[in-house]
């Protein structure tokens, strides 16, 4: 009897415990998504078309278009869009530029490269609500290293955070910051992969490390760059934690991203409703960007 | 040329090292803070001249925090296991059986790690509130479980196609049943990387903001990022505190991320992961 377990040609004409077997595996995973995230998402769409008011206490009465119709008037949620974009853009950029840098410091075959790749790690496994409080103690205006340094500079002791561009650009930087490690490893991944006859090829034309760099490296690290930018971009785009547990979207709105609108609708607001058509709309930009995400991962 | 190399290399290494030490600032400030009476920590010299472990000792005593450490163990440490015991399974079929909708399964489980949380966060509390599964350990550890499945998933997917396929068949022509040949040949190579993928389901669930603070109100249920934001509006000055429960939480995950590492790496980087 001849049993192949990789590619049998088809389930058909095995026995009937065999044929049902995948299904038994994959059942309890497919159920517990099914449930707890592809049903909640169907959920809110389905939600985004109500009307709930929870204060007056009448139910659920689904079949209107009136929180969307609000959503297009609605200046404080497409600002809240464009301030993501921006986030996003903001993020990706500082990824790709100190990512690069330090990809580039670290693929060298040295001990201190080796132990250095490994640490470099920590912002990205650390969880949030740590490196918020690490970044509110430095940028503090008073004690904190800002403080020290402002004081030196015989400035006013003002916290970046204070006012409201420079809230939204500070907190930027420190999303990029947190998801840099990422892009690094994937850059390292895709450096070490690299054959190094290319590198001899370019040095025996006669071209300098930094012509060999521009024209043999980037090259070649271009697919990573974009893919390993579009997964930062997304989770950038959907961030909550970071602007919320930093400055709970202020001072004013400056830092009020498309996820803490949300929540706060949701929450504060107490309007599931619209608060859920928020949600699709991120949904629909969600949609294009996991298209765009598989088209890449399958060209690369 | 071999000595002016090694001399290059040595300034490269001391410019990674001055790269790496500014990027990592934060996280070493926050080690180093928590060994700190807390009014240095703000405000004293910038360098400790003074170390304690008086910030550790007061979260040992801080009720609440103690409270969040253990419901993190326990969700971190059910999630994990749930995921494991979903994964293992499913990443087997995926990659060794052929049956109709394989493909699909693939992808749709591929699909929900790219799902974002803020926006299936308000139709879940809804429902775990009609189900009265708010303000529990198991509706956190389900809502764990399908945080981290997408993922351990597809990590496993990997390694259990590293593994030669004819050491299987090898096994069902000895007269094993497959139940036996999945059991005595594939799971003992795959421990290695079944424990990896564990530990990363833990450290995904240790560390979850959003849902642990959406699914829940009541002290009682808090998990450690919820204590520790706790830690900061309760005692506002306090930095000494709050730096030590950081630690606490970041611990343990960078820790178990050194070990696991070389595990990871390559899956995390063909696949994309929460951050």
């Not at chain 2, 096994?171 to 990896?196: E, F, I, K, M, N």
């Not at chain 2, 979850?208 to 998990?223: C, N, Q, V």
């Amino acid at each position: 009897m001849r049993v192949t377990l990789a590619r049998p040609p088809s389930t058909r004409g095995r026995p009937r415990g065999e044929r049902a077997l995948p299904y038994l595996l994959v059942l309890p995973t497919l159920v517990l998504i099914g449930a707890l995230a592809l049903l909640p998402l169907l959920y809110g769409v389905w939600l985004s078309f109500g009307r709930w008011d929870l204060l007056s206490g009448q139910g659920l009465r689904v079949g209107t278009l009136e929180n969307y119709a609000r959503l297009l008037q609605d200046s404080d949620f497409w600002r809240a869009f464009v301030r993501t974009l921006w986030w996003t853009l903001g993020t990706v950029a500082f990824q790709v530029i100190v990512g690069l840098g330090l990809a580039l410091l670290l693929n060298r075959p040295t001990f201190v490269a080796e132990k250095v790749s490994a640490l470099i790690l920590l912002p990205w496994v650390t969880p949030f609500v740590v490196i918020v409080y690490a970044w509110l103690l430095l940028l503090d205006g008073s004690g904190g290293v800002t403080g020290r340094v402002l004081a030196a500079l015989n400035l006013p002791p003002l916290s970046p955070l204070a006012s409201p561009l420079s809230a939204f650009v500070t907190v930027t930087l420190i999303s990029g910051w947190k998801g840099t490690p990422f892009m690094v490893i994937a850059l390292l991944a895709a450096l070490k992969s690299i054959p190094a006859e290319l590198y001899e090829a370019a040095r025996v034309d006669g071209a300098t490390p930094g012509q060999a760099l521009r024209f043999v490296t980037l090259p070649l690290l271009r697919n990573t760059l974009v893919v390993t930018g579009l997964i930062l971009g997304i989770l950038a785009f959907y961030n909550f934690d970071l602007p919320w547990l930093m400055t709970a979207g202020g001072p004013g709105e400056a830092t009020t991203l498309i996820g803490v609108a949300i929540y706060q609708t949701f929450f504060i607001d107490v309007q599931p409703t619209y608060a859920a058509a928020m949600g699709t709309v991120m949904l629909l930009v969600l949609l294009v960007l996991a298209l765009l995400s598989l088209r890449l991962r399958r060209a690369t | 040329m071999r000595r002016k190399g090694r001399a290059a290399q040595f300034g490269w290494d001391l410019v990674t090292l001055l790269a790496a030490a500014l990027f990592l600032l934060p996280v070493l400030w926050v080690v180093m803070s928590s060994f700190r009476p807390s009014p240095d920590v703000l405000g004293g010299p910038l360098l400790p001249t003074r170390l304690t472990l008086e910030n550790y000792g007061s979260l040992a005593r801080n009720a609440p925090f103690v409270t969040a450490l253990q419901n993190s163990l326990l969700v971190g440490l059910c999630s994990a296991l749930g995921a494991l015991m979903l994964a293992v399974p499913t990443a087997y079929a995926l990659t060794r059986l052929r049956f109709r909708g394989r493909e699909l399964v693939g992808t749709l489980v591929l699909l929900t790690q790219m799902i974002p949380g803020i926006v299936i966060v308000i139709p879940l509390v809804v429902m775990m509130r009609s189900l009265g599964l708010t303000n529990s350990a198991l509706g956190l550890i389900l809502v764990h479980v399908v945080v981290s499945l997408p993922i351990t998933v597809w990590l496993l997917r990997n390694y259990v196609e590293d593994v030669p396929v004819a050491l299987e068949e090898a096994a069902l022509v000895d007269g094993c049943t497959r139940l036996q040949s999945v059991s005595l040949v594939l799971l003992p190579l795959l421990y290695p990387a079944v424990a990896a993928v564990g530990t990363f389901a833990f450290v995904l669930s240790w560390g979850e903001y959003l849902l642990a603070l959406s699914l829940t109100t009541t002290a009682d249920h808090r998990t450690l990022p919820l204590a520790v934001q706790g830690l900061f509006s309760q005692f506002r000055q306090d930095w000494g505190l709050i730096m030590a429960g950081g630690v606490v939480i970041a611990l343990p995950v960078a820790l178990l991320f050194l070990l696991i590492r070389r595990f990871l790496v390559d899956g995390l980087v063909s696949g994309g992961v929460k951050g």
